[in-house]
């Protein structure tokens, strides 16, 4: 998108050099990185990531600030999986962005979607270096946001995670994290942090009289006591895959997350109908719509709809111009739980050998306990169909997953 910048990298480029970076990539995260990483880094102007970031923290204060609106969402979450102790705010954030142009010539981001879960935050730092390093790219480019240094990114990310705990006393969990594409953040998390990585299906409850009960890990011999969880397990997943965990999410433990599993469901795709600002494109749920309300939000053409599922994950189960049949399919008891969304033509920005190529652009936040929301790095997903996901994309060249820098004010 900066001409100049992309031109010299697009000349520069080299096919050993993008290798070099695959196998300095995986040196870095002490795996392989299963999903396809881009031959590219984007270069885009300061100034639009502010604008993306700016707009993810008003989107997000609208709705943590909505009680009326918390209500409804809390009704979305699966009885059994409605965990308690609740904390009064997400600790992540992330809000995706395409790009649409404005009747004047000027790019402007829409909302693809909020979601309030941790996103891949240790990978993307090292994935930024691995770019830089590579490709020798020009050390007054940055790519962290909110003022943020290497330094002061890494402090936050301690102090949301950790909150003052010792770090053995914290645990990474998910649904067998060594085989979740998902690993390579998990691994640099748990080095940089000191933390253990856990199956959430591991943990033992502790049991203890007149006390609440502990969650515990195995290290070895010994059962160490967990003071604060940073969640990674997604509740989909547990359900889709019938986890059967040792412990129950209603209970109060003695225990904190980071990342309380309700705000999974509190800030998704459920709350883009109730959010009130111009890069949101409109949307109704599905039961609302067969019933004949709010009809208006969507246009006549059926192309520019689009039929999304509110509680998955990478894309799955998105419908494009879905037919009245295929609506109608969907049973009653589950159309609360799907959303049809204006359909927006994003536009294809990136020059790459292959042609332009369309970026939907992350916007990742930390909110640390007695803190503020603070945008903090940004991913890029480069893509040239319909589904902008890194496995929709595989077998393509020049996509993938990507990074975004920006040149230093003064350039």
């Given at each position: 998108m900066i001409e100049a910048l992309r031109r010299d990298f697009n000349e520069r480029y080299r096919p050993e050099a993008y290798r070099k970076m695959l196998h300095s990539l995986d040196a870095c995260v002490r795996t392989h990185v299963e999903f396809r990483v881009a031959e590219t880094p984007c270069f885009l102007p300061k100034s639009l990531l502010d604008e993306m970031a700016e707009v993810g923290v008003n989107l997000t204060h609208q709705l943590v600030a909505n009680e009326p609106y918390l209500k409804a969402s809390r009704a979305m979450i699966p009885p059994q999986y409605c965990a308690?102790?609740?904390t009064p705010h997400p600790h992540f954030m992330t809000a995706d962005f395409g790009l649409v142009r404005e009747p004047d010539g000027k790019l402007a981001p829409k909302l693809v979607e909020l979601q309030a879960f941790p996103s891949v935050f240790a990978y993307q730092f090292v994935l930024n270096e691995v770019y830089r390093s590579a490709f020798n790219l020009n050390g007054d480019l940055g790519y962290l946001l909110g003022g943020h240094t290497e330094a002061s990114f890494w402090k936050l990310m301690e102090r949301v995670i950790l909150r003052g705990h010792h770090p053995e006393n914290v645990v990474l969990t998910e649904v067998e994290p060594r085989k979740q594409k998902t690993l390579p953040d998990f691994l640099v998390t748990a080095e940089r942090l000191g933390i253990e990585i856990v199956d959430i299906a591991?943990?033992?409850?502790d049991v203890r009289p007149g006390k609440p009960t502990r969650l515990c890990y195995r290290k070895g011999k010994k059962l160490i006591p967990i003071r604060r969880i940073y969640n990674?397990?997604?509740?989909?997943?547990?359900?889709?895959?019938?986890?059967?965990?040792?412990f129950d999410y209603r209970e109060s433990f003695d225990v904190e997350w980071a990342g309380h599993p309700n705000w999974y469901f509190h800030i998704s795709k459920f709350s883009i109908p109730y959010l009130d600002h111009p890069a949101v494109p409109p949307a109704i749920f599905l039961h609302d719509w067969m019933a004949g309300k709010g009809r208006d939000r969507l246009p006549e053409d059926r192309e520019r709809w689009i039929l999304k599922p509110l509680f998955s994950f990478a894309g799955k189960g998105i419908e494009f111009a879905p037919s009245d049949e295929m609506l109608a399919s969907i049973p009653k008891s589950q159309r609360h739980e799907y959303l049809l969304q204006r359909r927006v033509n994003f536009e294809s920005v990136v020059d790459t050998p292959h042609g332009l190529t369309q970026p939907e652009i992350r916007i990742l936040y930390l909110w640390p306990d007695g803190g503020q929301l603070e945008p903090v790095l940004s991913l890029v997903r480069l893509g040239r169909g319909k589904m902008m996901g890194v496995d929709h994309n595989r077998d393509r060249e020049w996509v993938g997953g990507s990074a975004a820098f920006y040149p230093a004010p003064n350039r």
């Open positions: 308690a102790d609740e591991e943990l033992v409850a990674r397990a997604i509740v989909d997943e547990l359900m889709r895959e019938q986890i059967d965990l040792p």
